[in-house]
């Protein structure tokens, strides 16, 4: 049975950083690439960053990019998100999702497994 556990979310001020996990277990991680999506009250699920399998490259949303940074052990079956300068805009729910495929990486229906979500509350 796969499982992704997201943890860290919280209230933040604006400026400020977190550090979001999400713990793997019933797959062979390092065979995945991961993602990181966000939900925000009334909009679509939206695309934030990838890390690919092999190699580890990573793409960003441009709304992000240069604030955010995803990173992946593959002894410890997680992955991260480092989330600094963050903004009101930035509130949502955050998703971790994995991809057994090699694709572009940066929409929900590639991703086969998804976690069950943590909330990021980013006051002005």
């Known amino acids: 049975q796969v499982q992704l556990v997201e943890s860290g979310g919280g209230v933040v001020q604006a400026g400020g950083s977190l550090r979001l996990s999400c713990a793997t277990s019933g797959l062979t991680f390092r065979l995945y690439a991961m993602g990181w999506f966000r939900q925000a009250p009334g909009k679509e699920r939206e695309f934030v960053a990838t890390r690919k399998q092999s190699g580890g490259r990573t793409s960003y949303a441009d709304s992000v990019k240069g604030r955010f940074t995803i990173s992946r052990d593959n002894l410890k079956n997680t992955v991260y998100l480092q989330m600094d300068s963050l903004k009101p805009e930035d509130t949502a729910v955050y998703y971790c999702?994995?991809?057994?495929?090699?694709?572009?990486?940066?929409?929900?229906?590639?991703?086969?497994?998804w976690g069950q979500g943590t909330q990021v509350t980013v006051s002005s």
């Open positions: 999702a994995a991809d057994r495929d090699y694709g572009v990486g940066t929409t929900v229906n590639e991703y086969e497994y």
